[in-house]
């Protein structure tokens, strides 16, 4: 059994998905690790992880549009050090997730076809985000 960690930089633009699959599968092939689990976390209280549809980008801006119906700016939010996107950030992340984790066969992700890692920006603003990978299994 092999353990190997990585953390990622990944540039947010704004609010949305971004695409990270590439970018952890490039990790689980650094790892050399043919099965096991893969295991990403979000370093932040204000983006989370999905695995999404990855064909149809109307997808993501639907769920865009709901997580803004969910928790909205215009909600009289208590915590708002940061600027009206702040708390809302904040509760969206919590109605999703801070980790993913996807099991690793022949040395690959195992997702369906349609499916798709993503990192998903809550703040409006672009900023770094900090993406941590854990891979753990036995070598190829």
């Known amino acids: 059994m092999t353990i190997f960690q990585k953390q990622l930089e990944i540039m947010a633009s704004g609010p949305g998905l971004v695409d990270v699959t590439a970018r952890v599968q490039a990790v689980v092939t650094e790892s050399r690790v043919g099965a096991g689990l893969c295991t990403a976390f979000v370093m932040h209280t204000s983006a989370s992880l999905v695995i999404q549809e990855n064909a149809d980008p109307a997808v993501r801006r639907d769920l865009e549009k709901l997580m803004a119906d969910l928790a909205p700016e215009s909600r009289a939010w208590e ?3 940061e600027g009206p996107d702040d708390m809302p ?3 969206r992340a919590a109605l999703t997730q801070t980790s993913l984790c996807v099991p690793i066969a022949s040395g690959r992700l195992v997702l ?4 798709g890692l993503y ?14 990978v854990h891979v753990d299994g036995q070598l190829a």
Do not use: P, V
């Open 89 to 91: 950030a904040h509760a």
């Open 112 to 115: 369906g076809t349609w499916q």
């Open 79 to 81: 915590h708002d050090d």
């Open 119 to 132: 990192l998903w920006q809550h703040r409006r603003r672009g900023e770094m985000r900090h993406l941590f």
